[in-house]
């Protein structure tokens, strides 16, 4: 490795930056020189780091993630997912959906940033609902064999309120969306 390490805190500076940036003005309005001189860094220093916005706005919506989502693992179903749900909802309405809503612009323009959206956003958060739904198969509180459908039934209507009306999100929509799936989880 050349040259000095990469600082983590002005790492860290960009990506939220960019977030304050997307929330602020919309991913349509973000670009590099904004990011550079919100954070302080050159464009140089930025660039290093990231070969486009695209790939800024994925770094900086999956460092959020891993820092606001749960992962909670309190031996029922219910107190495990509608945490969960309410969370992802709150993270939601608190960047007004500007973070989904310019991955999903973004993806919308070719394959290759939909499949990098998927593999680093949208799979590693998907994941943490397989797990409680795991959890509660082994439990025996759910017989549905399928994680993938029952964490498609979250994010569904999820990322339909994000695109076409985020006001939708509330924690009473998580609770009503909490039990739809465990009813659709459960044995007959």
């Not at 916005?53 to 993630?65: H, N």
């Not at 029922?76 to 608190?94: E, Y």
């Not at 309120?161 to 009473?172: H, M």
Request: glycine share 6%; charged share 25%; with cysteine.
């Amino acid at each position: 490795m050349y040259g000095r390490p990469r600082d983590p805190a002005l790492d860290a500076a960009i990506r939220k930056a960019a977030l304050e940036i997307v929330t602020e003005h919309g991913y349509g309005r973000m670009t590099m020189e904004g990011v550079a001189a919100r954070s302080g860094v050159s464009k140089q220093a930025l660039y290093r780091r990231y070969a486009s916005k695209g790939e800024l706005l994925l770094a900086a919506v999956d460092s959020f993630a891993r820092e606001a989502l749960p992962a909670p693992d309190t031996g029922n179903l219910r107190d495990d997912l509608l945490p969960l749900v309410q969370t992802v909802f709150a993270v939601h309405r608190s960047s007004d959906s500007a973070f989904s809503q310019a991955v999903a612009a973004e993806s919308a323009q070719g394959p290759d940033f939909a499949r990098r959206a998927v593999e680093s956003v949208i799979n590693p958060r998907r994941e943490i609902f397989g797990e409680v739904f795991r959890r509660a198969r082994e439990r025996g509180e759910i017989t549905c064999p399928d994680d993938d459908v029952l964490v498609d039934l979250i994010y569904g209507p999820m990322w339909y309120a994000l695109l076409f009306g985020i006001e939708r999100l509330t924690d009473d929509y998580a609770e009503s969306l909490t039990d739809a799936v465990i009813a659709a989880a459960r044995p007959a």
